[in-house]
Structures are given as structure tokens and as C-alpha cells.
């Protein structure tokens, strides 16, 4: 259960920053660990991963950071749902002109998690066939403008029409719509049978099986998220039919490295100004109503992305 409650906030440490935020992104990640799918946030405790700010107050260490500061950050230790917090100063990245603190709490997260998975999980380079699942979401819209960037063809999965066009729109050269459409059947179809290079799925229960099969010899399923529910076990060997390759990574061990944080996001930013990427919240919700906020998210009828304004 989400409520709001008063909560004391001290004076910062030496190694702290005391932020008071100016906009809170709403991930799936604070979905799973409200429902206890995670259980990795004491309770009673505060969730949320992703915000943007205004530095109030900086510690003697804090890596140069002064009061008046914009900056933007992830914690995986959760604490984002509030007016103000204590952030350790190391998680922090700067905010540059050119983006504003709506799109960062919004972008960041999901900036990260598309350097991640585009470039080191699974380097997409010219030539390569990639296909996105749930393509309308926060993420997927990121993997499609990205990929189609770095030279890839883009196959896309959407649950409706609204969604089919807005991926269009994003520039995927093929969508197919799950619901009325088989997609392992499609992709077989516009590969001619070679299958895709890699699979980003985000969805996770559903399509999992189905990923699999998509694959052409030597793919990668890059599992990334379960938004209709944990996977199923299967036999290792299924594998062995086209040597194939399984991952689940973890955003946060990538980026425990502050050098890596502060590169990726200079990427993720850099991105985003030039128009490679976009930020474009589908919906806000006051702070007060973060539970409305979460199911919105979970119906899956949203695009984009969701932010709490504080």
C-alpha cells in the first residue's frame, strides 16, 4: 500500500547531498517492489529509483556539488517517492542546460538501462536485426530510436493500434501487433527464416518462449524485465537449437562505477538534446497520488513514461 506520511530530514554527512526534488520517474521496478515481486526495500520504507532536483545543502565531500545544483539521479536503495531526501553525493550527475528536470526524472533510468542494453549487454551495430518487445513503453520507445541510429533494423511488438503508430512514428521498420498477430510466426516471415540477432523483452512471461524462438543462430534474449509475470524454468538445452544466449542484467551493476554512470549518462543526455532520443511522459500525477500512478503503469495503457511532481 502507497500512503504519504511526515518524515524528519536531517542535515547531510560529509559524503551527502540534501536534495529537495523537482520531479520523480515512475518505473516498473517501484511496481515489483510494492507488490513484494521484490523484496529488497525494508518496510515501512520509501520506494522510487528516479528523480530530479535542486541541491539544498552539500556536505564537505560531495564530490564539487554546492547548493543550487541540478542534478538528476538513480539510487538502488530507493527513496525517490518524497519532497525532500539525503542522497549519497556519489549517485548524483549533473544537469545540463539542455534538459530540463521533467525529462531527466524521466529519462535518466531508462537512458541507462538503453546504454546498457545496446551497448554492452548486446552491442547493436549496423547491419544487425533487432526486435523490441512492449515498443510503445518507456524503454522500448528509447531501444527503437536508438537501434534504428545505430544502423539496425527494428522489429517491433505494440498492443494496439495507438501504440502501433506512436512506434512508426519512432521509426521501426516493422510493428506487429501481439495481440491479433502471431509474432514469432511475423518475424520468421520478414527474416526470411534467419530470425533476429537479439531480443529485448521487457515483458517477460508471455513472450519468453516466444523470444526464443525468434532467434537466429548465435542470438542473444536479453530479459530485462516482467511485466505479465516472472518466467517460467525451462531446459538449458532448448538453447542448443540455434547456440543461442540468455542474459538478465541488472542495471545497477553496471553502473556501481561512478566513472561508467557519468559516462553513460553523458551519452544518455547527449542523446536526448540532439533528438536521437525523446522524453515524453505520457502522463503526471501529484506525489499524493502515487498509487493511481502505479496502476496506470501496470494496465499497460500508457506510452512513454510517468512522473510524480512533488
Not at 513472450?207 to 548465435?218: I, K, N, R, V
Request: with cysteine.
Amino acid at each position: 500500500m502507497l500512503c504519504l506520511d511526515d518524515v524528519k530530514v536531517g542535515a547531510p554527512g560529509r559524503d551527502e547531498l540534501l536534495i529537495r526534488h523537482t520531479a520523480i520517474g515512475v518505473n516498473f521496478h517501484d511496481t515489483y517492489v510494492r507488490s513484494g515481486l521484490y523484496r529488497t526495500l525494508s518496510l515501512p520504507g520509501i520506494p522510487g529509483i528516479e528523480a530530479a532536483g535542486v541541491v539544498e545543502q552539500a556536505g564537505s565531500n560531495s564530490f564539487g556539488f554546492n547548493a543550487g545544483d541540478r542534478i538528476a539521479y538513480v539510487d538502488a536503495g530507493y527513496g525517490a517517492y518524497s519532497q525532500r531526501r539525503i542522497l549519497q553525493a556519489r549517485l548524483a550527475v549533473r544537469l545540463p542546460p539542455t534538459v530540463d528536470d521533467e525529462s531527466a526524472a524521466t529519462i535518466t533510468l531508462k537512458g541507462l538501462a538503453a546504454c546498457m542494453l545496446l551497448q554492452r549487454v548486446h552491442r547493436v551495430v549496423s547491419g544487425q536485426t533487432v526486435l523490441v518487445h512492449a515498443a510503445a513503453g518507456g524503454v522500448g520507445q528509447l531501444l527503437v530510436r536508438w537501434a534504428k541510429h545505430l544502423g539496425a533494423t527494428v522489429i517491433a511488438t505494440v498492443g494496439s493500434n495507438a501504440k502501433a503508430q506512436i512506434t512508426r512514428e519512432n521509426g521501426a521498420d516493422v510493428v506487429i501487433q501481439y495481440r491479433d498477430d502471431d509474432f514469432v510466426e511475423r518475424v520468421k516471415v520478414v527474416t526470411n527464416g534467419r530470425g533476429v540477432d537479439v531480443v529485448y523483452d521487457s515483458v517477460g512471461k508471455d513472450t519468453f518462449q516466444g523470444s526464443l524462438d525468434c532467434l537466429a543462430y548465435f542470438g542473444k534474449l536479453v530479459s530485462f524485465g516482467q511485466s505479465s509475470g516472472a518466467v517460467d524454468p525451462f531446459p538449458i538445452s532448448r538453447l542448443s537449437q540455434r547456440s543461442t544466449g540468455v542474459v538478465r542484467p541488472y542495471l545497477f551493476h553496471y553502473i556501481r562505477n561512478r566513472a561508467t554512470l557519468k559516462a553513460w549518462t553523458q551519452k544518455t543526455y547527449h542523446a536526448l538534446s540532439t533528438g536521437i532520443i525523446e522524453a515524453i511522459p505520457s502522463a503526471r500525477f501529484p506525489l499524493s497520488r502515487a498509487a493511481d500512478a502505479h496502476r496506470a503503469l501496470e494496465s499497460r495503457a500508457t506510452t512513454g513514461s510517468i512522473v510524480l511532481t512533488p
